[in-house]
């Protein structure tokens, strides 16, 4: 799909400002998508909106389906009288980053309240809203249903530490389960119906603003997942339900031992002759949250990087071939034109090149990989028009992180392809911004690239401190939380002069949008 010009930001939901211990689809949501409109962006792009567990990883959900709980926002609770202010008990949360384990438990408190205080309301029409969402929803969110709540009667265990006839899903032993743990299920539910419902509002308000949701579908899922657990005949698993082999990626420029990601690898044959079901009602849930998305790890559907289960590094794993055309001729099939953005990140062979080309999806340039001379083809002369240029991603340092660690050399060459004098000034005297990271921005907006997107970090000028990710480490990662008052007029007056000067800006005013709860 070829897109028109426009620019934007990447931020997470998780990472927004406000009191209640992580961002969330509020008040703070609403004001950023008036920052971006009023900017001249036209693009907000955010990472997975699954559910996630302790380390906050949006790339290890628990469903491929069901959105994230824990970014329902307390105070639009308030709002609909499913909440009180005195409901909120006071936790001492960071501001500037998320704790997950102070939050996880106060988050799930606060939604049950909700659940009590629904139940207590003379509310038809929310009820009746429910029950349509559930009805809408019920071929994944049943299992998803009884997977959470089985998780939580089993010390949130991962499914195959459950007793046998749970973990195999006897059918005896299931219809037991639904039996018994009705009401935890119902809760479950409406958690998810909170989140859809308040997305939806966000995103008709973006559209609202001419503000278009960049998403990101992850090419895995996670093996703890009600997935993996209710569709073991989908993934590579042996007759015990244990993956065979992970996924993963060689040795790279983030990890000289590879990534081991560790997530079940498909059973590709089994999805085709389905006609790729599975994925098709996943597509259709993301296309309905989203109005663009990013594929996630986009070689993977040409080959995939497969490793021997039980293996501690990425090394030894092997080039697999994946579902390649005949799956994304399915998708285009089934959906049309594919508003998808490829990332073609890390190892790409002709093969993954000639995938991308034939269902014409713009890959993407990042330009901290660009800066090693100029036949680097991730630098801005040599991009065509159908791609999507970064600054950085989620899995990058930040720019001014980037720069302050990059050998001389490389800075030096930034410099000089960028005018700077390599002291935040251009070169000849003009004046700089005084920042590497909004140079890089201007350098990505001024390209031929029909979408040019920089990290919030960037546009704050954030050091290595803001960083989302650190691939391949344990534990770091997918904490950051903005400060509340760094969205000023100046900034915005700054990425508003980018948008204009480059041919980038929206309407600030936007036309008419809608969104409706899936």
């Known amino acids: 799909m070829r897109f028109e010009r426009s620019a934007g930001i990447l931020l997470h939901p998780t990472s927004l400002p406000g009191p209640h211990g992580i961002g969330d689809l509020g008040p703070e949501a609403h004001r950023f998508v008036d920052f971006l409109a009023d900017a001249g ?38 709002e609909e009288g499913l909440l009180r202010r005195d409901d909120i008990p006071a936790a001492g949360f960071p501001p500037d980053r998320v704790d997950f384990g102070l939050l996880l438990n106060w988050k799930l408190a606060l939604l049950d309240r909700a659940w009590h205080r629904f139940g207590e309301s003379a509310k038809p029409a929310l009820g009746e809203e429910f029950a349509a969402f559930r009805a809408a929803n019920a071929a994944w969110l049943e299992d998803y249903s009884l997977f959470m709540a089985l998780k939580a009667a089993h010390g949130r265990r991962a499914w195959n530490e459950w007793p046998d006839p749970l973990r195999r899903r006897w059918r005896e032993a299931i219809g037991e389960a639904r039996r018994a743990h009705a009401g935890a299920q119902e809760q479950v539910a409406f958690r998810q119906f909170l989140f859809f419902r308040q997305w939806a509002a966000l995103r008709a308000h973006a559209a609202a603003r001419g503000v ?33 082999s992970v996924a993963g990626v060689p ?29 098709m009602e996943r597509v259709e849930i993301i296309l309905k949250l989203c109005d663009i998305v990013r594929l996630d790890h986009f070689r993977g559907y040409a080959a995939y990087w497969a490793v021997p289960a039980g293996d501690p590094t990425a090394e030894r794993g092997r080039w697999v071939e994946g579902p390649g055309a005949a799956f994304m001729q399915a998708l285009k099939d089934r959906f049309g034109d594919l508003p998808f953005i490829a990332e073609d990140l890390g190892h790409i062979t002709p093969d993954v090149v000639a995938l991308r080309e034939r269902f014409v999806l713009p890959g993407m340039k990042v330009l901290q990989f660009a800066f090693s001379g100029p036949d680097n083809p991730f630098l801005p002369h040599h991009y065509a028009r159908d791609c999507a240029v970064y600054t950085g991603t989620h899995d990058n340092d930040t720019s001014a992180g980037w720069y302050a660690s990059a050998p001389p050399a490389v800075r030096a060459f930034c410099d000089r392809y960028l005018g700077r004098d390599g002291r935040g000034r251009r070169a000849g005297g003009g004046a700089a911004h005084g920042d590497i990271a909004h140079d890089m921005m201007r350098a990505a907006w001024a390209s031929v690239a029909a979408l040019a997107i920089a990290p919030i970090q960037d546009l704050l000028g954030l050091d290595s401190s803001a960083r989302m990710n650190h691939p391949g480490a344990e534990a770091g ?12 007029d100046d900034r915005k007056t700054r990425l508003l002069e980018l948008n204009e000067l480059y041919g980038r800006a929206v309407s600030r005013g936007g036309g008419p949008g809608s969104a409706a709860v899936p």
């Open 41 to 78: 962006c036209g693009l907000w792009q955010v990472l997975p909106l699954g559910p996630t567990g302790f380390r906050g990883s949006p790339y290890q959900p628990f469903s491929a389906f069901a959105g994230n709980q824990y970014l329902v926002s307390p105070d639009a609770l308030i």
């Open 212 to 244: 278009k949701i960049v998403g990101d579908l992850p090419i895995f899922v996670a093996f703890d997942s009600a997935d993996v657990w209710s569709r073991p005949e989908l993934f590579l698993l042996d007759d015990d339900g244990r993956p065979t």
């Open 251 to 279: 040795p790279d420029y983030f990890a000289p031992t590879g990534q081991l990601w560790g997530n079940p690898l498909y059973r590709w044959e089994a999805h085709a002759r389905t006609g790729y079901a599975w994925w």
């Open 477 to 488: 990662s997918w904490t950051w939380r903005m400060s509340a008052g760094l969205l000023t």
